[in-house]
T-cell receptor
């Protein structure tokens, strides 16, 4: 059973702070790692993907992958109230994406 | 690129009737599409994998005779909820991937309410 674990939160951070979202996965054969953002009542939207160990930066977002520890994280710098949403970690190998249950982030103005 | 269109966005139907939801990949061909269901404040649950030209693969616990999936072309998959009941009320979302391991693009979702 392939599993993706996330802390459900809520994670509350003040506006302007760094939000750190974490995810662990069980399948060592996983090759691709994704972060989706889902606003309430909306479908998920892809914000970052990472394939290789290390960091990948895109604007205010940084994805970090450590395959040895089976750990992937998402950092959001200069958090804004509009970043308040549920963030879903997703992992795939040769099978459909497996999603974590999501971490609810609340950015307090 | 990688746009997935889903409709209707919202539907209300009477108990016992059937509802069809369409999912289209607008700018790419998708041999595989996925159907998810999400109850309020719950995680996405994969219902089935829709394969163009062949039968869908259903996840454990999903009734294939109740949730009919047709993937007749490389750009269209449909999910029909047959004999809908109030407990089928949920947010149904389709997704597709342009390339394997690229990440999935989601449709905008369909809010189904069965009364």
């Amino acid at each position: 059973q392939k599993e993706v674990e996330q802390n459900s939160g809520p994670l509350s951070v003040p506006e302007g702070a760094i939000a750190s979202l974490n995810c662990t996965y069980s399948d060592r054969g996983s090759q691709s790692f994704f972060w989706y953002r889902q606003y309430s009542g909306k479908s998920p939207e892809l914000i970052m993907f990472i394939y290789s160990n290390g960091d990948k930066e895109d604007g205010r977002f940084t994805a970090q992958l450590n395959k040895a520890s089976q750990y992937v994280s998402l950092l959001i710098r200069d958090s804004q109230p509009s970043d308040s949403a549920t963030y879903l970690c997703a992992v795939s190998g040769n099978t459909p994406l497996v999603f974590g249950k999501g971490t609810r982030l609340s950015v307090i103005a | 690129g990688a746009v997935v269109s889903q409709h209707p966005s919202r539907v209300i139907c009477k108990s016992g009737t059937s509802v069809k939801i369409e999912c289209r990949s607008l700018d790419f061909q998708a041999t595989t599409m996925f159907w998810y269901r999400q109850f309020p404040k719950k995680s996405l649950m994969l219902m089935a994998t829709s394969n163009e030209g062949s039968k869908a693969t259903y996840e454990q616990g999903v009734e294939k005779d109740k949730f009919l999936i047709n993937h007749a072309s490389l750009t269209l998959s449909t999910l029909t909820v047959t004999s809908a009941h109030p407990e089928d009320s949920s947010f149904y979302i389709c997704s597709a991937s342009r390339e394997s391991n690229y990440g999935y693009t989601f449709g905008s979702g369909t809010r189904l309410t069965v009364v």
